[in-house]
C-alpha cells in the first residue's frame, strides 16, 4: 500500500460528458501529481501542485482542470470528454524534490 | 519529443539468470534516476534510484548503473525470479525542477520458471 488512494478505481461515461478524479496524498506529502497512461504508452506527465499552488504543467489538454485543497487531496476534472481521453489516470505524491513519487493505483475511464 | 526511451518493449529470462533493463535520456539536465515496477491493475511502485552523483546503486538484487556520458542507465536484477515479471519503467528528474518525472515507455519482463 503505497498511501496515496485514488477514487474511483473505474469509470465509464459517455463522450461529451464531465468526469472527477479524486487523489488523497500521502500523509505528510505536499506534492501531489497527475499522470495519464494511454494503452500501450508510457506515463505523461500532466499537471503537479504543491502545498495548493499549481507548480508545473506538462502535456494537458486545455479541456482539463485539476486543483489541491488546503487537506492536500487533488482533483481532477475533465470535461467534454472524447474517445481518445480513455486511459488510466494515476496520482502520485512526494515529499519533496528528487526523492521518490509514491503512486496510487489509478483510475481508469472508459469513454463510450 | 521522448526525453526518456527504454528501446525494448519486452525481455525474457530464465529464473535465477540476470535480467538486464536499459534506459537512455537525452536531456542532459537529469540528474536523478528511478525506477519503478508495475503489475497489471495496479499503480507503478517505486524500486531504486540514483543520483547523477553516483554511478552505481544498489539494493538487494536490485542494482542500477548510471552512465553520464552516454547519457544510459540500466537497472540489473540478479537473480531473476517469476514474481519479477512486471513492467519496468524508468524515469528522470531535472535539477532545479519541480520533483516532476519524465517516463519511458516501458519494458515488459518476462521471468520463465
Known amino acids: 500500500d503505497s498511501g496515496v488512494t485514488q477514487t474511483p478505481k473505474h469509470l465509464i461515461t459517455a463522450t461529451g460528458q464531465r468526469v472527477t478524479l479524486r487523489c488523497s496524498p500521502r500523509?505528510?506529502?505536499?506534492?501531489v501529481y497527475w499522470y495519464q497512461q494511454s494503452l500501450d504508452q508510457g506515463l505523461q506527465f500532466l499537471i503537479q501542485?504543491?502545498?495548493?499552488?499549481?507548480?508545473a504543467k506538462g502535456n494537458i489538454l486545455e479541456r482539463f482542470s485539476a486543483q489541491q485543497f488546503p487537506d492536500l487531496h487533488s482533483e481532477l476534472n475533465l470535461s467534454s470528454l472524447e474517445l481518445g481521453d480513455s486511459a488510466l489516470y494515476f496520482c502520485a505524491s512526494s515529499a519533496g524534490t528528487h526523492t521518490e513519487a509514491f503512486f496510487g493505483q489509478g483510475t481508469r475511464l472508459t469513454v463510450v | 519529443d521522448q526525453q526518456v526511451k527504454q528501446n525494448s518493449p519486452s525481455l525474457s529470462v530464465q529464473e535465477g539468470r540476470i535480467s538486464i533493463l536499459n534506459c537512455d535520456y537525452t536531456n542532459s539536465m537529469f540528474d536523478y534516476f528511478l525506477w519503478y515496477k508495475k503489475y497489471p491493475a495496479e499503480g507503478p511502485t517505486f524500486l531504486i534510484s540514483?543520483?547523477?552523483?553516483?554511478d552505481k546503486n544498489e539494493d538487494g538484487r536490485f542494482t542500477v548503473f548510471l552512465n553520464k556520458s552516454a547519457k544510459h542507465l540500466s537497472l540489473h536484477i540478479v537473480p531473476s525470479q517469476p514474481g519479477d515479471s512486471a513492467v519496468y519503467f524508468c524515469?528522470?528528474?531535472?535539477?532545479?525542477?519541480?520533483?516532476?518525472?519524465?517516463f519511458g515507455q516501458g519494458t515488459t519482463l518476462q521471468v520463465k520458471p
Open positions: 524515469a528522470a528528474s531535472a535539477s532545479g525542477n519541480t520533483g516532476k518525472l519524465i
Open positions: 501542485y504543491y502545498n495548493g499552488e499549481e507548480r
Open positions: 500523509s505528510g506529502d505536499l506534492s
Open positions: 540514483i543520483s547523477s552523483i553516483k
